[in-house]
């Protein structure tokens, strides 16, 4: 069963295909199939705008989509920017326009807990639907580290591994980010569901 990947974010897209290849999931991206849907993210948590985006692509694409829907939430922001982590600061910024944004609202901040959160959602077209989801503590850093991932990466601060996500492989990310273990989980339910 192929599945097209309901995104057109390109750091996202390259991490999910290499961790459902990696489970056997045969997936193709919007752009393999000419598909353009832009879908406004109405939704409050990450739950629904990921499940939005999954039917919007599985009734364009006529394929089971699997959608991501992720954010940044920091503590001293009261969890923010959360579900509006793409468009934090507004349309002209870029990832790097994103995240310095952040280091100066937390300039003098010493409360620097944060977590990634994913949502997975996936439509079938019959109307069948999974969900899952994951996350990863940190901190914000105090300056970007490293040039690896995408959005956000260069000032998440994992304690454990001395390292922000930026300075990692995308396989040492993906072993224990909010998007490695909400697909994980969604992989579990996907072979349940596939059973029956
Ligand atoms: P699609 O809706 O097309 O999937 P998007 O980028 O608009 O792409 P979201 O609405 O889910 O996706 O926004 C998630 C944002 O959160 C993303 O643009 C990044 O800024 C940030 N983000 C999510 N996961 C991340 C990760 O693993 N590393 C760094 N930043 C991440």
Redesign the pocket.
């Given at each position: 069963m192929k599945f097209v990947l309901a995104?057109?974010?390109p750091g996202?897209l390259r991490e999910m295909s290499a961790i459902l290849s990696q489970f056997g999931v045969e997936v193709v991206s919007p752009g393999d199939l000419g598909i353009t849907v832009d879908v406004e993210?109405t939704g409050t948590t990450f739950a629904e705008?990921a499940m939005l985006?999954a039917r919007a692509i599985c009734e364009a694409a006529g394929l089971p989509a699997i959608a991501?829907?992720?954010?940044?939430c920091v503590d001293a922001l009261n969890g923010g920017p959360g579900v509006y982590?793409?468009r934090y600061g507004g349309e002209g910024l870029d990832?790097r326009g994103?995240y310095m944004l952040l280091l100066n609202n937390l300039r003098g901040q010493t409360t620097r807990a944060a977590h990634?959160a994913?949502a997975i959602a996936c439509a079938f077209p019959g109307g069948d639907e999974l969900t899952a989801e994951g996350r990863c503590d940190g901190t914000i850093a105090f300056a970007p580290m490293g040039e690896g991932?995408?959005?956000?990466?260069p000032v998440f601060f994992v304690p454990e591994l001395k390292k922000t996500?930026g300075q990692l492989t995308a396989e040492e990310k993906s072993a224990i980010?909010?998007?490695g273990r909400a697909l994980a989980d969604f992989v579990k339910k996907l072979a349940t569901y596939l059973k029956k």
């Open positions: 995104t057109h974010n996202k993210e705008n985006k991501d829907d992720s954010g940044l982590s793409a990832d994103r990634f994913c991932g995408f959005g956000y990466d996500f980010s909010h998007r």
